[in-house]
């Protein structure tokens, strides 16, 4: 494999059992997705459900009140909304970008990051998802997710989406990932 050739193998994920494709570089690699190595057994709050709810309500609450310290590396701030003339709060680059593309729309009469709670149920347990975007325009109201187009196929996003689109059509909203090719 000198040369620049390269070579996909099939690995076994050790969490869900999955068959997964990756380069040869990364044999070593043991799960199939970031889900996949932080849930299921190899998290140290595996079945024990009260202490992950409380552990869950704190985090959910320090994301509400702006303390959650988050992965050094990722831009956060709060851009200035001329639409509604309030800060709103973002965790990355690719939400402050939408953020920006979204305040420039004339369709566009309101936004707020961080405005829903969906529950939704994941591996037996229940979590609560907070979507990054409430957008309001031209009578349509819509929830947008911000992702690197890599994270697209990881199987919680995959979760989330279905429970937020479901939550969209019942109360007649729709719902959209975006990723840098939307920005």
């Given at each position: 494999?000198?040369g620049?050739?390269?070579?996909?193998?099939?690995?076994?994920c050790e969490?869900?059992?999955k068959?997964?494709?990756?380069?040869?570089?990364h044999r070593?690699?043991?799960y199939?997705?970031?889900t996949?190595?932080?849930?299921g057994?190899?998290n140290a709050?595996y079945?024990?459900?009260e202490a992950a709810?409380?552990?869950s309500?704190s985090?959910?609450?320090s994301?509400i009140?702006?303390?959650r310290?988050?992965?050094?590396?990722?831009k956060t701030?709060?851009?200035?909304?001329?639409?509604t003339?309030?800060?709103q709060f973002?965790?990355?680059?690719y939400?402050?970008?939408?953020l920006?593309?979204?305040?420039?729309d004339?369709?566009v009469?309101?936004?707020?990051t961080?405005?829903?709670r969906?529950?939704?149920?994941?591996e037996?347990?229940d979590h609560?998802y907070?979507p990054?975007?409430?957008v309001?325009?031209d009578?349509?109201t819509?929830i947008?997710?911000v992702?690197a187009?890599?994270?697209?196929?990881?199987?919680?996003?995959y979760?989330k989406?279905?429970?937020?689109?479901?939550?969209?059509?019942k109360l007649?909203?729709t719902?959209?990932i975006?990723?840098?090719t939307n920005?």
């Amino acid at each position: 494999m000198r040369g620049g050739e390269e070579s996909i193998i099939i690995l076994t994920c050790e969490n869900c059992e999955k068959e997964f494709e990756v380069d040869f570089i990364h044999r070593r690699k043991r799960y199939c997705s970031y889900t996949c190595r932080n849930g299921g057994k190899h998290n140290a709050m595996y079945g024990n459900k009260e202490a992950a709810k409380k552990i869950s309500e704190s985090i959910t609450q320090s994301i509400i009140d702006g303390t959650r310290n988050f992965q050094k590396g990722y831009k956060t701030g709060y851009f200035e909304s001329s639409k509604t003339a309030t800060k709103q709060f973002y965790r990355s680059s690719y939400e402050l970008r939408a953020l920006q593309k979204l305040d420039a729309d004339p369709s566009v009469t309101g936004l707020q990051t961080e405005a829903l709670r969906i529950p939704y149920t994941h591996e037996g347990r229940d979590h609560i998802y907070i979507p990054d975007i409430l957008v309001v325009s031209d009578g349509e109201t819509k929830i947008i997710e911000v992702k690197a187009s890599y994270m697209r196929d990881d199987p919680l996003v995959y979760v989330k989406s279905h429970a937020a689109r479901a939550f969209c059509n019942k109360l007649g909203m729709t719902y959209e990932i975006w990723d840098e090719t939307n920005l």
